[in-house]
């Protein structure tokens, strides 16, 4: 399984910026996916995520109106589309997918795109 992530960057409060998850190494269709963020000296937090289909989203309140995750199974892909946003959402965005073996749990995380927000 391999997760990466691109779009990260410097961008002003108020700005917007759109990440991307390329995925590989599983059906991605038959997955769930996840994006979550960690700011400096803060647990790591779900931001949102998105059922396998795409049909159902869930977001946390602290970015509820301003982000969107999306997906394209097609193109084995997951976005989060960051608007109006805050210095407060600076942080490492990671990409998530886990699922079950064997009724074993797994877990697989990217290796994280930086955003800051700051003026």
């Known amino acids: 399984v391999q997760l990466v992530e691109s779009g990260g960057g410097l961008v002003q409060p108020g700005g917007s910026l759109r990440l991307s998850c390329a995925a590989s190494?599983?059906?991605?269709?038959?997955?769930?996916m996840s994006w979550y963020r960690q700011a400096p000296g803060k647990e790591r937090e779900l931001v949102a995520e998105?059922?396998?289909?795409?049909?159902?989203?869930n977001y946390a309140d602290s970015v509820k109106g301003r982000f969107t995750i999306s997906r394209d199974n097609a193109k084995n892909t997951v976005y989060l589309q960051m608007n109006s946003l805050k210095p407060e959402d600076t942080a490492v965005y990671y990409c998530?997918?886990?699922?079950?073996?064997?009724?074993?749990?797994?877990?697989?995380w990217g290796q994280g795109t930086q955003v800051t927000v700051s003026s």
């Open positions: 190494g599983f059906t991605f269709s038959s997955y769930d």
């Open positions: 998105i059922t396998s289909a795409g049909i159902s989203t």
């Open positions: 998530n997918v886990r699922g079950y073996t064997d009724y074993s749990p797994w877990s697989y």
